[in-house]
């Protein structure tokens, strides 16, 4: 057992039970404040050195506070918890003495290592061995969810080989299959790991913003631009950039992210001397680069600094064994996160879920599986999840129509759709236990309590086997 520590945060009730969690079975003492004011009178007489701030805690008063605060404290050290995107958070880093910012999502390993550091306990480190709470769970979960396919097992091979290096990578494939977790979970498993992971969606802004949000700009550059401003890749020095949509940035700006790739040195908007990073690119796009090269959309030179390995990502309905375990996943997560009890999910959706193709990929699953979560009923996602037949149909997202245009009248058989809802559900059934008992047939039978020999049987039936 460590010994007593004490810090002291600021941050919205989730947030706080989470740290706590956490910091109190090890001994560490959680001193919360419930306001601006509350904080700045409790930091004052704060007997500890480690302070966890939260930037969404009315994040326009966080540079008068802290500048009240370290009028009196100079010697507290002090967490911001913050969204990648708030650049003034940044800046406040870049004002104070002893502040440091941890990006959302938190990545708890991360910031326990952080806090050993700061705290100087050598024991403290066992949190990252013993912490096994829901939230820590879901931290380290992206391999897990990265491997469910034979498709996905390839993926997460070549992952395991790049991370450790600072070799680029483009990940490819279309919206929704997991591009933004393949790049944080080579980020999570590199050496990089407890340096900053900076994420630029670069389709979200106009060429003149994204320059000057990638690289900066100098006093006086532009009109409003009254104090100089770090970009991006400045933040992410000795770190991560995660580039999302690459193939969206206009050619005029790929002539300058170019010259960061190969010598690692830019100009700040209206800057007049290089600044020098040392920054790992992950880049990632939905489009055809090699198609936008040939039509003189994307600089050749750029895409061949870009794609030094590739990693596709097939689409869902390219993996379909996998609708069952996201189904349990995102199950599990929205009834933690909304304090619900919704736990099983009816034969006729589920046969709905595996007919459909998915064209918004996991996000799109994970779409529906809240909706019914959230508003405790399946039927709600009926209108959005066509069956296989009906999909081709659709003029609208989510909205089947008949080949006339109006509604279509579909006819069932009760007792049909019965017996083939019962049939999918226990193939689905029979296939995750096998696969919770690594194919062992015997403990499967005794699970699913039933004989050797009829275990058999339904392998064969339902054509199963370990590729399934």
Known sequence: MAKEHNILIWA????????????????????????????????????????????????????????????????????????????????????????????????????????????????????????????????????????????????????????????????????GTGKELVARTIYARSLRREKPFIKVLCAALPESLLESELFGYEKGAFTGAMRRKPGKFEFANHGTMFLDEIGEINPSLQAKLLQVLQDGEFSRVGGETDVKVDTRVIAATNKNLEKAVAQGGFREDLYYRLNVVSIHIPPLRERKEEIYFLIEYFLDKFNRQYNKKYQKISPEIMQRFIDYDWPGNIREIENAIKRIVVLEKEDIVLGNVATSEEQPKMSQPGIPQSPSGGDREVQYSLKDVGKEAASKAERELIRNVLYQTHWNRKRAAERLQISYKALLYKIKKYDLNRSV
């Open 12 to 175: 919205n009730e989730s947030t706080t039970k989470l740290f706590e969690s956490f910091l109190q079975p090890k001994g560490i003492l959680l001193h919360k404040a419930n306001s601006d004011m509350d904080f700045v009178r409790l930091a004052k007489d704060f007997h500890g050195s480690v302070v966890i701030m939260d930037s969404s805690q009315r994040l326009e008063t966080l540079g008068e506070v802290l500048k009240k605060v370290k009028e009196r404290r100079e010697d507290l050290h002090y967490l911001i918890l913050t969204d990648p995107a708030q650049n003034n958070v940044h800046e406040l880093c870049n004002r104070f003495n002893n502040l440091e910012f941890i990006e959302e999502p938190l990545d708890l390993l991360a910031v326990n290592k952080k806090l050993q550091q700061l705290l100087g306990e050598e024991d403290f480190i066992q949190l990252e061995h013993s912490f096994s709470t829901d939230e820590l769970r879901n931290q380290n979960d992206s391999g897990h969810l990265l491997s469910l396919s034979a498709k996905m097992k390839e993926v997460m091979m070549i992952i395991n080989q790049v991370a450790p290096t600072n070799i680029k990578v483009l990940i490819r494939g279309e919206s």
